[in-house]
């Protein structure tokens, strides 16, 4: 098995959408991904409500994508955050991991998200396939990547 992980190559539409050229795939809605994840991801799995008064807590998705899942998760858990000592784990599963700048590029399109964007695409890993783990602990919040083919990497 190859350690190294395809990356895919992204054609990107007049409004800014990133496309996977080979599967045809659009990473978020054109217009507005942003509005579409708080309404269907957060919404849809009843945060900030589902976490309130928990000290941690734990939301897992396949297809990490651009990160706008988890960077829209971390703007809330930021501004409902149980208490200082509570902890977000987000767990996800990327088979095709894109470049930093092709992610850094996606995201751009939120200036709202722009500082955690940094924050994450400062840390951004590279198409080795494995679990990276990484940690904003000023937030309470720990990102664990899965690279790499999900049938592979559950046990």
Sequence with gaps: MARLLTQPEIDWKDDGTPVARAAGDVYF??????????????????????????????????????????????????????????????????????????????????????????RLTTVWPGPVRGVRRLAWPEDGITLTLHLGDIADMLP
């Design 29 to 118: 809605t054109a217009g507005d991904g942003l509005a579409e994840t708080r309404a269907v991801f957060l919404a849809g799995c009843a945060l900030p409500e589902a976490w309130a008064g928990r000290e941690a807590f734990t939301i897992a998705e396949t297809g990490f994508g651009t990160g706008l899942n988890f960077l829209a998760a971390w703007e809330l858990w930021r501004a409902h955050r149980p208490s200082p000592a509570a902890v977000l784990h987000f767990v996800s599963f990327e088979g095709y991991p894109l470049t930093c700048a092709d992610a850094a590029r996606a995201l751009s399109a939120w200036p709202e998200l722009s500082g955690l964007a940094g």
